[in-house]
């Protein structure tokens, strides 16, 4: 299973379902053990697997247990996903049958099971197939954000030319691309007004701005982790960076309204993750009216009624 999951991971699959279920499936449908209660004519689940034989594969040869109710959470969070990129196709043996048939079934597609091969035996190999399922794009900023990770993070403070350093760490990653990134995709005229850091609460804050919109700078009160200011809208952007907690909830949107309730100027709260895969765990609490950013696969959603 760990196998896959790396398999995955090196090809930028989708965070949120680089999964154990996903790797069993992977697993299930490279096994080429002769099996019965298959579908009339298959030998083997490599031949083509129903969700029902997956299940069973997962029980009896890996000994882990799923719920028959959980087919349709399998083929919507794993199934799904390995059938768009490619790696997994639909009733290969007949593409015209309804897929809510009970003979819907699943194979791996032959370049998907020569790149499953060579990741565990050719690595030269590997690396001249996985072009044809890699996300170079999702790849190559996953490794940008991993780099940072691990050294002193520098901040361009826009409108300065200065430079500010933020202690190592993911919390400290997704502050630098609320400023560098996050702050100029919709605001032309964007000033930092505060900045924390994880070492040090009160890191950067600019007092002219602070009096201007009217925060005040309290070592006790629970600031968020950056505040802007765009000149321009008149408007004042409020980040939460969430790298473990803390995202933007009804709780924490009172908290923050209450901070700038002497605040003259409109209001814009948002919450930045870092991955998919831990929004994922969030968004059900986020609050309504705010907005969230992605920083791994450049995602905004937007939380507004209708």
């Known amino acids: 299973i ?8 090196e090809l930028a699959f989708p965070q949120k379902s680089i999964t154990d279920m996903t790797a069993i499936c992977v697993l299930a449908l490279s096994d080429t053990k002769t099996r019965e209660n298959l579908i009339k004519g298959k030998n083997c689940l490599a031949d083509g697997a129903r969700i029902t034989d997956i299940l069973r594969f997962a029980e009896n040869d890996l000994g882990k247990s799923y719920a028959e109710n959980t087919r349709e959470t399998i083929r919507k969070h794993s199934l799904k996903y390995l059938v768009d990129n490619g790696m997994v196709l639909v009733n290969a043996d007949d593409p015209n049958r309804p ?37 170079i794009e999702l790849s190559n900023r996953r490794a940008e954000l991993n780099s940072l990770k691990r050294q002193d993070i520098q901040v361009s403070i826009p409108g300065t030319g200065a430079t500010l350093t933020l202690s190592p760490g993911e919390h400290n990653v ?16 964007p000033h930092l007004v505060y900045i924390g850091d994880t070492k040090d609460k009160n890191k950067f804050n600019e007092p002219e701005l602070c009096t201007h919109i009217k925060l005040t700078i ?14 321009d809208t008149n408007t004042v952007i409020v980040y939460e960076a969430v790298a473990s907690s803390g995202p933007v ?7 923050l309204i209450n901070l700038f309730k002497d605040c003259p100027f409109n209001i814009k709260f948002h919450t930045v993750f870092l991955t998919s895969k831990l929004y994922q765990r969030y968004s059900s609490v986020i609050a309504e009216g705010t907005v969230v950013y992605i920083i791994e696969s ?9």
């Open 218 to 231: 309290d070592d006790h009160a629970k600031l968020p982790d950056v505040v802007g200011f765009d000149a």
């Open 99 to 135: 897929t809510n048939s009970g003979l819907t079934n699943y194979t791996l597609s032959d370049k998907f099971e020569k790149l499953l091969t060579a990741f565990q035996k050719d690595s030269m190999e590997f690396s001249q197939l996985k072009g044809e399922f890699i996300n």
């Open 298 to 306: 450049k995602q905004k959603i937007s939380y507004e009624t209708y």
């Open 249 to 255: 909830d009804t709780l924490r949107k009172k908290e």
């Open 2 to 9: 760990d196998t896959v999951k790396s398999l995955l991971e």
């Open 174 to 189: 997704i502050e630098k691309f609320i400023v560098e990134e996050l702050f100029k995709l919709e605001y032309k005229n």
